[in-house]
């Protein structure tokens, strides 16, 4: 099959383009062409994690999860970590999800596992798999394995920008975001890659989430971190509402910094990593957003005033996924009567007449009815800007939610339309 | 403000146009210019509606309902119907939703249900209203009160034609549906019109359906026919997953025919009735969809094999207003993954290992994989036609439900984002 031409980088791409991501003790990536479904492009990556490790994960709640997804969370779900004295692996590949292939599926993940196990000289249950791209289609295994001799040789720490590009997808730009901090006079790291355009399309378009860190912290720990924060990040972003089979996110915590770990989630240390963490999520989950399919326009919408923080966030979510909304986004109208709209069919409790609205700083509706200081060409004005926040206040309680979007416009049609897979 | 340039007519418009409506003995109709927003066009309906009827009604669920909602939900709440010696009205307005608007909003349904009412020698508590347009802006009322004296000496029974006609906003057609039925020996008419181009925009194109027969029907009868038939028909529609601040079905029965009146659920002829009722309320709520705005193709979806109704319209819904399978569908992309990964993301109980799925008769997806006699080229020869049909079966259950939308377009965007209003 052709490779299809590649779109334009998305106008929204951060400034500076792929961080520089600090070396993680303890880990060190690969990336290789494997033809998995297009010839001339990196389509593979294998990660090696250092013995001792503690892993965690989060994944897609659909009900048609993938193989790779399945076997992650068997994995994950048995006693593994820190305890460990064999290391990991995580292979990725792109161009097949592996989703929705039945027995077949569950063959490709086995005889990849076994693949990386035998290359990095660990069992086969340590190897994290997760696949993106076309689904329906069974992964052909032997692509991947017959690389992962030449993916072994080539481990580096200093690689993760290659296996961040061998992940992608439609993505226009590739994803990386990291936090250097200091855990009571120990200098520890952060560094994370994602893979993401459209919340979530399954063809092509899957999130996929890995971070690292050579600070020592407990498995429960760690993975009652990343579903905290995990909460208010990659789950507060939406593009199109739509839910991938294949969602993954994976963390491994070497261990390698000369701190003892962290077994305590009232420690200290915990809530500055927590804080550092949360920092490297939330950048990853914008970079998703702004790489959305056909985006123009990065949105944040903060919901005050609701009667609980799930309340909150399912008011923001149901103005995020208003295609009416968007698509109003799309044509700079400063059309408010769209957000009451939404606030009104997310099923959420609000009061009509206390409900406010403002575009950046402007309120425009409040009582019930516009502001009487509101005047449309500032509210026009306000919606050329390519970022922009959107405040509700619900007027029925004190909690609040934040959620992050963009525009919807005639590019996501063509992506998702206009071009036959 | 000038009119927008009209829409061409949907391409899945009913090919017969208008139907000839059944004239029904106690409803006269008047349609008028009363510039509400725009100069030149029909834009206010007045309905009567003779004493004795039995009035039922189906509003919009959101916590952000307009004002002439409130006021038709009080007034259907107070004991009234068959029982009184007084006669009804409906006022309906384009151009002005009166939603979002405050005390403002209430000061003009009660100036118009006020002059209504004097026109119509009734109660204003027996004057039904409805308004649909732009959002946020205070009707002007004195605009329709001036023409109520107008509408009132134009009142005729074969103008439902023109009250239709009012009511449109984006519709690029009026909507009506009929039936003509015997209950025991005596004949019986059901009419109805409705407006409606995207499910629902707040702006310019609310859902409006309005019922009308001459049989004679307990209140409370009319009223459960009306809920449960309203479920399975236009409660089963998404253009674009969107909930209107207005959303309003009004029906009344004259009880004009020479019958005895139905007041038991079991009379054999509440089945009849209630068949003929479901056949002109799906007709009309499929013709909502045929005018979504930017369809290009009528799809209807089947889900069977649920746990519950309640799960497979649920699903239903899931696939309906996926941007991705509704973007597939406007490309004529057979792109099934889509619709697993909708199914996925409904959060229902389905079993992957069986789920099913046919374009049509053709058997595409089962047993958790493609179907060994699939052929792309024949789902893509199907996805060409104008009706789709597209049945998912999950495999956990007997329960089924079946809803309809429509493909999302380039115009679906230019409609919603390229027009400033």
Same mark, same amino acid.
């Given at each position: 099959m052709a490779a299809k031409t590649p779109s334009p980088?998305?106008?929204?791409?951060?400034?500076?383009?792929?961080p520089d991501l600090p070396r993680i003790d303890g880990v060190r990536y690969a990336a290789a062409?494997?033809?998995?479904?297009?010839?001339?492009r990196l389509d593979v990556m294998l990660v090696e994690i250092a013995a001792g490790s503690s892993m965690a994960g989060v994944f897609t709640?659909?009900?048609?999860?993938a193989a790779p997804v399945l076997w992650c969370q068997e994995k994950l779900a048995a006693?593994?970590?820190?305890?460990?004295n064999e290391g990991f692996g995580i292979v990725v590949n792109s161009g097949?999800?592996?989703?929705?292939?039945?027995a077949k599926g569950r063959r490709g993940v086995v005889a990849t596992a076994d693949s990386a196990a035998k290359a990095l000289g660990i069992?086969?249950?340590h190897v994290f798999l997760a696949s993106t791209g076309v689904i329906g289609e069974p992964l052909p295994a032997e692509r991947i394995t017959a690389k992962m001799t030449f993916l072994r040789d080539g481990l580096?720490?200093?690689a993760a920008a290659l296996a961040a590009r061998a992940i992608?997808?439609?993505?226009t730009f590739p994803k990386g975001a990291a936090a250097r901090i200091d855990l009571d006079g120990v200098p520890v790291s952060i560094a994370g890659f994602a893979k993401g355009s459209?919340?979530?399309?399954?063809?092509?378009a899957t999130m996929l989430v890995f971070l690292f860190t050579d600070a020592a912290i407990a498995p429960d720990i760690l993975q009652g971190m990343v579903d905290r924060i995990n909460a208010a990040t990659f789950n507060c972003i939406?593009?199109?509402g739509d839910t991938s089979t294949s969602d993954t996110l994976l963390m491994a915590a070497? &261990?390698? +910094?000369?701190m003892r770990p962290?077994?305590?989630?009232?420690?200290?240390r915990a809530r500055v990593f927590q804080k550092a963490l949360h920092d490297v999520m939330l950048d990853l989950a914008h970079q998703v957003v702004r790489d959305g399919?056909?985006?123009?326009k990065f949105v944040e919408i903060r919901v005050t005033g609701a009667s609980s923080k799930s309340a909150a966030r399912k008011v923001g979510l149901a103005i995020a996924n208003s295609p009416l909304v968007k698509t109003a986004i799309a044509g700079e109208d400063p059309n408010w009567g769209r957000i009451v709209m939404a606030v009104g069919k997310s099923g959420q409790r609000a009061d009509r007449d206390r409900l406010s609205i403002r575009f950046g700083d402007i309120l425009v509706a409040e009582n019930g009815w516009?502001?009487? &200081?509101? +005047?449309e060409a500032a509210g026009a004005a306000y919606m050329k800007n390519d970022e922009l926040a959107i405040s509700v206040d619900?007027?029925?309680?004190?909690a609040s939610a934040t959620v992050w979007t963009c525009d919807l416009t005639h590019r996501y049609i063509e992506i998702n339309a206009d071009y036959r897979s």
């Amino acid at each position: 099959m052709a490779a299809k031409t590649p779109s334009p980088v998305s106008p929204l791409a951060p400034a500076g383009g792929f961080p520089d991501l600090p070396r993680i003790d303890g880990v060190r990536y690969a990336a290789a062409e494997a033809g998995v479904r297009y010839a001339g492009r990196l389509d593979v990556m294998l990660v090696e994690i250092a013995a001792g490790s503690s892993m965690a994960g989060v994944f897609t709640r659909s009900s048609t999860r993938a193989a790779p997804v399945l076997w992650c969370q068997e994995k994950l779900a048995a006693p593994a970590g820190s305890a460990s004295n064999e290391g990991f692996g995580i292979v990725v590949n792109s161009g097949n999800a592996n989703a929705f292939t039945g027995a077949k599926g569950r063959r490709g993940v086995v005889a990849t596992a076994d693949s990386a196990a035998k290359a990095l000289g660990i069992p086969a249950d340590h190897v994290f798999l997760a696949s993106t791209g076309v689904i329906g289609e069974p992964l052909p295994a032997e692509r991947i394995t017959a690389k992962m001799t030449f993916l072994r040789d080539g481990l580096d720490d200093g690689a993760a920008a290659l296996a961040a590009r061998a992940i992608m997808t439609t993505d226009t730009f590739p994803k990386g975001a990291a936090a250097r901090i200091d855990l009571d006079g120990v200098p520890v790291s952060i560094a994370g890659f994602a893979k993401g355009s459209g919340m979530i399309a399954p063809d092509m378009a899957t999130m996929l989430v890995f971070l690292f860190t050579d600070a020592a912290i407990a498995p429960d720990i760690l993975q009652g971190m990343v579903d905290r924060i995990n909460a208010a990040t990659f789950n507060c972003i939406t593009v199109d509402g739509d839910t991938s089979t294949s969602d993954t996110l994976l963390m491994a915590a070497t &261990g390698k +910094a000369a701190m003892r770990p962290v077994t305590d989630p009232g420690d200290r240390r915990a809530r500055v990593f927590q804080k550092a963490l949360h920092d490297v999520m939330l950048d990853l989950a914008h970079q998703v957003v702004r790489d959305g399919e056909g985006a123009t326009k990065f949105v944040e919408i903060r919901v005050t005033g609701a009667s609980s923080k799930s309340a909150a966030r399912k008011v923001g979510l149901a103005i995020a996924n208003s295609p009416l909304v968007k698509t109003a986004i799309a044509g700079e109208d400063p059309n408010w009567g769209r957000i009451v709209m939404a606030v009104g069919k997310s099923g959420q409790r609000a009061d009509r007449d206390r409900l406010s609205i403002r575009f950046g700083d402007i309120l425009v509706a409040e009582n019930g009815w516009v502001s009487p &200081g509101y +005047a449309e060409a500032a509210g026009a004005a306000y919606m050329k800007n390519d970022e922009l926040a959107i405040s509700v206040d619900l007027g029925v309680g004190r909690a609040s939610a934040t959620v992050w979007t963009c525009d919807l416009t005639h590019r996501y049609i063509e992506i998702n339309a206009d071009y036959r897979s």
